[in-house]
């Protein structure tokens, strides 16, 4: 599986962005999916997974109530919603993929990773 993170950019606080993850291979809409951040100076951390059909996700404390990870498999697809940004929420977005179809939210337990898309949120 190949990724290619995209929709980063800057806005302000309070502002929303829509990431997008597509993906080639077939085994997309098989996969157990997620979206980690990697904030400057820190290691990068867990923001949200999804099961292979959607049914479950799960979230960091800090973005529950803000984002929203959702996936369309017709178009191999991963998406992370991102509505009332902080500054905090400022850093590089990567998605990744698993070869199983359950969530995750250990880095370990991802076998592909994007390339990451940069969202800086100003106060």
């Known amino acids: 599986v190949q990724l290619q993170a995209s929709g980063g950019g800057l806005v302000q606080a309070g502002g929303s962005l829509r990431l997008s993850c597509a993906a080639s291979?077939?085994?997309?809409?098989?996969?157990?999916m997620g979206w980690f951040r990697q904030a400057p100076g820190k290691e990068r951390e867990f923001v949200a997974t999804?099961?292979?059909?959607?049914?479950?996700?799960y979230y960091q404390d800090s973005v529950k109530g803000r984002f929203t990870i959702s996936r369309d498999n017709a178009k191999n697809t991963l998406y992370l919603q991102m509505n009332t940004l902080k500054p905090e929420d400022t850093a590089l977005y990567y998605c990744a993929a698993r070869r199983v179809s359950g969530l995750s939210i250990a880095q370990g337990a991802y076998a592909y990773w994007g390339q990451g898309t940069q969202v800086t949120v100003s106060s």
């Open positions: 999804i099961t292979w059909n959607g049914a479950s996700t």
């Open positions: 291979g077939r085994t997309f809409s098989s996969s157990g």
